[in-house]
């Protein structure tokens, strides 16, 4: 009797050593589990990023290399901390902006009286766009770069005037008449001049 007791307690042990062993090794699977899936979207994430890098390095590449025929062709002019190019391909102003935007420029921004006779000196007696407007508030004139106001002495005599309540782009006007900035018809198509800022 005392001999088949012993065997009936150790076998109730041995059934709850089993029990104990089946729930810790699902654990242990469990675990493994979600650690491999974890180590899966690392790996994942590790993809994402190293293609990102490659993505945007390509793309420095080819900013490079179209600012570096800008420099051999003697189109890049510096003045300042800025880079400029002057195109006297007629665009509206929305599309200048796009063109000075694909080489990672913006329409020029006039910061101080310098930087405007640099300008000046640039486009000459070309009209071109510069980055400034009035489109988002009538009569209130803003660098799109910096949300800056546009320099009230800028501006030619008379001017701004938003003649026929339809100006709200801003240009270079230096002619015989004229020695200063005016707003035109956004819509309009002029030379432009973009900068690029460090
Ligand atoms: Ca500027
Ligand atoms: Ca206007
Ligand atoms: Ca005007």
């Known amino acids: 009797m005392v001999v088949s007791r ?3 307690r150790l076998s109730d042990e041995l ?3 089993n029990t104990t062993y089946d729930r810790h090794t699902k654990y242990i699977g469990s675990e493994v589990k979600t650690l491999s899936d974890e180590m899966n ?4 994430d590790v993809t994402k990023v190293s293609n990102n890098i490659q993505d945007v390095s390509s793309l420095e590449r080819k900013l490079l290399i179209k600012t570096l025929r800008l420099v051999v062709l003697q189109e890049l002019k510096a003045f300042g901390t800025s880079m400029y190019t002057f195109h006297t391909e007629k665009l509206t102003w929305t599309e200048a902006q796009q063109k000075c935007q694909e080489d990672g420029f913006h329409l020029a921004e006039i910061n101080n009286d ?4 640099f300008v000046k000196e640039l486009v ?10 009035d489109v988002d508030k009538e009569g209130d004139w803003r660098w799109v770069s910096s949300g800056l106001k546009v320099m009230a002495s800028l501006w030619n005599t008379g001017e701004p005037n938003n003649y026929g309540n339809q100006e709200h782009c801003l240009h270079t006007d230096y002619g015989i ?4 900035l005016n707003d035109r018809n956004c819509e309009d198509g002029i030379a432009f001049v973009c900068e690029l800022e460090p």
């Open 6 to 8: 012993e065997v009936n």
């Open 15 to 17: 059934a709850d050593v």
């Open 41 to 44: 979207k690392v790996k994942t």
């Open 114 to 117: 310098n930087e405007l006779e």
């Open 124 to 133: 000459g007696s070309h009209l071109a766009w510069l980055g400034g407007t």
């Open 177 to 180: 008449t004229s020695d200063g």
